[in-house]
């Protein structure tokens, strides 16, 4: 065994051409007696070793012969065990989708020195290059990046909902990718870009939006590439740091303001009521269609005020044949209580599960659960309708808010013959002030719409405004021009009792339901005014 301390460098090489390269990593490729290269990496960058270094290219690109990971690691671990300075050089950066981890476990694991050097990830280089900003105040609060080599694993739901996403080896399936986001709710008219080879001078750019992208990029060859989709694609045009001028930037202005007023709730004050502590991802989908948006918790949920029936419950579940959740509450309380005595999901391994909506099933999967049966409408009454197994002679257990609710259910289940088992999981009740916005905004008549997505959320909203205004007159007089929106017909039918009317109630039982009700609402307002 060679006497001198060998190391293994992982460099990040950055989008390609050799000015983009760190300081640090020119520094380590001319002192490099090894260099394990992958295939994007641009030859440039390979002038910056030393005649005398071995040079291995290691590439992998998709549909072509590649090196296999075990091999590649293995020299790592060979080149270094023999004390040679190794440079394993990554296009981008390393830890981007670099597939490190085999490579740092197989050095950790024959005691072989190592450093990562940082690189400027594709995924950041190549919009930029594009003239395309990533984030914007308006357009772009947030982005996502991922890798589209196996769209079937990602989660399009989630996705679709991001304002802005960068897709790293999706060239080959961007048909699926236009699909699926389409699929999952995402405007066919949304801006895409395709930046072929970015920053090289091979660099291509094509954009477009997802229901023609595809025309343009017909018979072209598109790896490798960046995949920008998002409202932020269309600065490109106008963000060209060699174009650009002051007139041009006024110009940008111009066409962010029109773009501004072209989405479909903008001017639209939208008060929202929602469970004190819940995600905004309702109020951030309402905001990127152009509302003004103001929160008013009108619900608190807190644990029962005794676990006890949920104890006894959680000790003896061999006994039942199904668990019913019927909201992430249930859910959540549920497992926290699982958990606290001790137990884990293996408890549940006779237990089938049902649950009613989409958002329960997903709050159901971050335990690694998946439901048994999810009602093809996301009412509890659809979950008795067409409940896929006979219940005669079943015991359920029902963990519910503990003021009660769901009769109709627990009554159909037992008309069925199951033994219904209601334990308390958590409770709801009215939170004790108003948001001052929220105050201000109903006071002063600025509210154009009220979204409800359940019925305590209508009945505890009507118990707060009863704070800030002096008389029944004086309220009723305060939601007169307002639109009150029902997420379905349970909500919509407090909405009755307590206001008499109802505008908008969303087709499909969920906030994205909601969200499009809000939507086509105010465009068939617009066409009849």
């Known amino acids: 065994m060679n006497e001198v301390k060998g190391k293994v460098y992982l460099v990040g090489a950055g989008p390609g051409d050799v000015a983009y390269l760190t300081v640090k990593a020119y520094t380590l490729l001319a002192k490099a007696q090894v260099l394990i290269y992958d295939a994007l990496v641009d030859q440039q960058l390979l002038q910056c070793v030393s005649r005398d270094c071995l040079r291995l290219d290691v590439g992998k690109r998709g549909g072509k012969p590649s090196t296999p990971q075990a091999e590649i690691n293995q020299l790592l671990v060979q080149h270094c065990l023999e004390g040679k300075q190794v440079v394993r050089l990554k296009s981008g950066d390393p830890f981007i989708f670099g597939r490190c981890t085999a490579e740092i476990q197989a050095l950790q694991g024959n005691d072989c020195e190592f450093e990562v050097v940082p690189g400027i990830s594709s995924a950041l280089a190549a919009p930029l290059m594009a003239g395309i900003p990533l984030t914007d105040p308006v357009l772009s609060r947030c982005f996502a990046v991922l890798t589209a080599h196996e769209p079937d694993v990602l989660d399009w739901d989630a996705l679709s909902r991001l304002e802005t996403l960068v897709i790293l080896m999706g060239g080959r399936n961007l048909p699926e990718i236009i699909h699926q986001l389409v699929r999952h709710g995402r405007s066919p008219s949304t801006a895409i870009a395709i930046i072929r080879w970015a920053g090289t001078p091979q660099q291509q750019i094509w954009t477009a939006e997802l229901d023609n992208i595809l025309e343009q990029t017909s018979g072209v060859s598109l790896s490798p590439v960046v995949i920008v989709i998002g409202e932020v694609v269309r600065l490109c045009n106008y963000l060209q740091p060699e174009k650009i001028s002051l007139d041009q930037v006024s110009h940008a202005q111009t066409m962010l303001n029109k773009f501004s007023a072209s989405l479909p709730l903008t001017g639209k004050t939208i008060l929202v009521t929602r469970s004190s502590g819940q995600s905004s991802q309702f109020s951030d989908r309402l905001t990127a269609s152009g509302a003004t948006v103001i929160e008013m918790p009108t619900l608190e949920i807190v644990p029962p005020s005794s676990w006890d029936a949920l104890d006894q419950a959680i000790a003896h579940l061999a006994d039942f044949h199904w668990l019913i959740l019927t909201s992430t509450n249930g859910v959540d309380y549920f497992f926290e209580r699982l958990i606290a005595q001790g137990k884990d999901i293996r408890a549940l391994a006779g237990v089938k599960i ?176």
């Open 354 to 529: 049902a649950v009613v909506g989409e958002k329960t099933a997903q709050s159901l999967s971050q335990y690694r659960l998946y439901a048994d049966y999810i009602p093809p409408n996301f009412v509890a009454d659809s979950l008795v309708a067409n409940f896929p197994a006979a219940l005669q002679g079943k015991k359920v257990l029902f963990p519910r808010v503990e003021s009660g609710g769901r009769e109709v259910l627990v009554k159909e289940l037992t008309t069925q013959g199951a033994e219904v088992v209601e334990v308390a999981a958590y409770q709801s009740r009215c939170p004790s002030n108003i948001p001052e916005s929220a105050k201000f905004a109903l006071q002063n008549r600025t509210v154009d719409i009220i979204t409800f997505a359940s019925s305590k959320t209508v009945k505890f909203f009507c118990q707060l405004i009863e704070n800030i205004f002096d008389c029944n007159s004086d309220i009723t007089d305060a939601l007169a021009k307002i639109c009150i929106a029902s997420i379905g017909p349970q909500t919509s039918k407090t909405c009755h009792s307590l206001f008499g009317r109802v505008n908008i109630e969303a087709e499909e039982y969920t906030l994205d339901g909601l969200t499009h009700a809000l939507i086509t609402w105010v465009e068939n307002s617009e066409v009849n005014e």
